[in-house]
């Protein structure tokens, strides 16, 4: 019993250690995304929801600061309306099971709305079955308006793929598997090709966060600290790391398709999600997406998962406090005065760019600029030696004129 009760003290101890850390690095300006992705990879992720609502909008680049108002009379005539209330009826599974039906009720308008706002806005996206697996994790969690701020970002990077009219791009990404599986064990893959069973039974598992084959709520939720702290493709990492883990399973059946179709479209019950966690982000470190891409003859720009998450990283990497946001005029840009508040690992990037594009005008205003305004009057020649005069001067001014306002504006929100 001591032992047990020394055991509890010091799991409490381990996650209230955790929590303080995340709440100062969400609390630090600007905000210490890579501690806060450190431990959303770590044993236990994020802990609770408490902190999940905070850190998770953080994660992906986006603020409370950023909920507005929305007109919602053109949402009951979208195309795609009925198909999703269809799937958004059948998600009882997903909703926790000590829930009131008057909650239920609630919590499945609310995700009909996310949706269907989400395809209005995103007029190029295609509505999936699944995709509602992937949005009510974060909405149990987060509420209405911060799980469509989310969506929006996920939309341009981490589940673009899933979302056109076919899936050509969906299919190269499960093409990832076979060869991490190969790099990993080739034995396995081999058994598998061998067996004509293609990888299509990870399907629901990509595209829908494997919220569509995990029972309970909270393992969802675990599963989504790991997502959006890591690469696009974890997924994938995570779905070969399951497939790792039922090797000996495998190898004892008969080779054949029907048998290991079978066997690995059916996930176990038993199975350690949090050992398989650590599993994928070591499988990462192993074998990267390029080595990956390589060892299979993959074309990694066939993906927006992979050719979109450099600027993602870019989008997080700089942002405020919501506690410093919430100071702010919506829209406000920085005063002149104010640029030098700006973090230290912005300033030179913003004063040295502004710097050279200030020389480069001068330069160019001296040797083409006051030269070919003399030469014009003393000289009159055609309108197209008259261009390449004033053409590199009207450039500068664009061009530094451009990244004046960006810095000044851009610096305001993510710093």
């Known amino acids: 019993m001591d032992t047990e009760l020394r055991l509890r003290k010091g799991a409490l101890h381990w996650q209230y250690e955790k929590l303080r850390e995340v709440q100062e690095a969400l609390e630090r300006d600007p905000v210490d995304i890579e501690t806060i992705r450190k431990h959303a990879i770590s044993n236990g992720g994020l802990v609770n929801n408490e902190m999940r609502k905070k850190a998770?909008?953080?994660?992906?680049g986006v603020s409370v600061c950023d909920i507005s108002p929305y007109d919602d009379t053109a949402l009951s005539s979208h195309k795609d309306r009925a198909q999703v209330q269809l799937d958004v009826n059948r998600c009882h599974r997903r909703l926790p099971k000590d829930m009131s039906e008057e909650e239920r009720a609630e919590i499945q308008k609310q995700l009909v709305r996310v949706i269907v706002r989400l395809l209005a806005k995103h007029r190029g996206i295609h509505y999936y079955q699944g995709f509602h697996d992937i949005v009510v994790t974060f909405l149990l969690v987060l509420g209405e308006d911060l799980t469509f701020l989310i969506m929006s970002q996920l939309i341009t990077?981490?589940?673009?793929?899933?979302?056109?009219?076919?899936?050509?791009?969906?299919?190269?990404?499960?093409a990832y598997i076979s060869p991490l599986l190969a790099l990993q064990c080739?034995?396995?893959?081999?058994?598998?090709?061998?067996?004509e069973c293609a990888y299509y039974f990870s399907l629901s598992w990509l595209i829908t966060w494997f919220?569509?084959?995990?029972?309970?709520?909270?393992?969802?939720?675990?599963?989504?600290?790991?997502?959006?702290?890591?690469?696009?493709?974890?997924?994938?990492?995570?779905?070969?790391?399951?497939?790792?883990?039922?090797?000996?399973?495998?190898?004892?059946?008969?080779?054949?398709?029907s048998s290991v179709h079978g066997l690995l479209s059916r996930l176990p019950d038993d199975l350690n999600f949090e050992a398989l966690i650590q599993k994928s982000t070591e499988l990462f470190a192993q074998c990267p997406p390029v080595a990956v891409a390589s060892k299979g003859r993959?074309?990694?720009?066939?993906?927006?998962?992979?050719?979109?998450?450099?600027?993602?990283?870019?989008?997080?990497?700089?942002?405020?406090?919501?506690s410093v946001l919430a100071t702010l005029?919506?829209?406000?840009?920085?005063?002149?005065?104010?640029w030098g508040y700006m973090p230290l690992h912005s300033a030179p990037w913003a004063a040295g760019s502004v710097f050279v594009i200030t020389i480069i005008f001068f330069c160019t205003l001296k040797h083409y600029g006051?030269?070919?305004?003399?030469?014009?009057?003393?000289?009159?020649?055609?309108?197209?030696?008259?261009?390449?005069?004033?053409?590199p001067v009207a450039g500068s001014v664009f061009i530094a004129s451009a990244m004046l306002w960006a810095v000044k504006h851009y610096s305001s929100h993510r710093l």
């Not at 998770?56 to 992906?60: A, G, H, Q, S, T």
């Not at 989008?315 to 406090?321: F, G, I, L, N, V």
Request: charged residues 20%; neutral net charge; aromatic residues 8%.
């Open 370 to 391: 006051l030269l070919g305004v003399a030469a014009m009057w003393l000289r009159p020649s055609s309108w197209i030696s008259t261009m390449t005069y004033i053409a």
């Open 211 to 257: 919220g569509h084959v995990v029972e309970h709520p909270d393992l969802a939720c675990r599963l989504v600290d790991l997502f959006l702290a890591t690469h696009p493709l974890m997924p994938v990492y995570l779905s070969t790391a399951i497939i790792l883990s039922r090797k000996s399973e495998v190898l004892s059946l008969e080779c054949e398709l």
């Open 56 to 60: 998770w909008p953080k994660m992906v």
């Open 329 to 338: 005029p919506k829209n406000q840009t920085l005063t002149w005065a104010q």
């Open 157 to 174: 990077c981490h589940i673009n793929d899933f979302l056109d009219a076919d899936m050509t791009r969906t299919k190269s990404i499960i």
């Open 298 to 322: 993959l074309n990694p720009r066939a993906s927006t998962l992979v050719s979109s998450y450099p600027k993602f990283l870019q989008k997080t990497a700089r942002q405020r406090p919501d």
């Open 186 to 195: 080739a034995e396995l893959e081999e058994f598998i090709t061998r067996s």
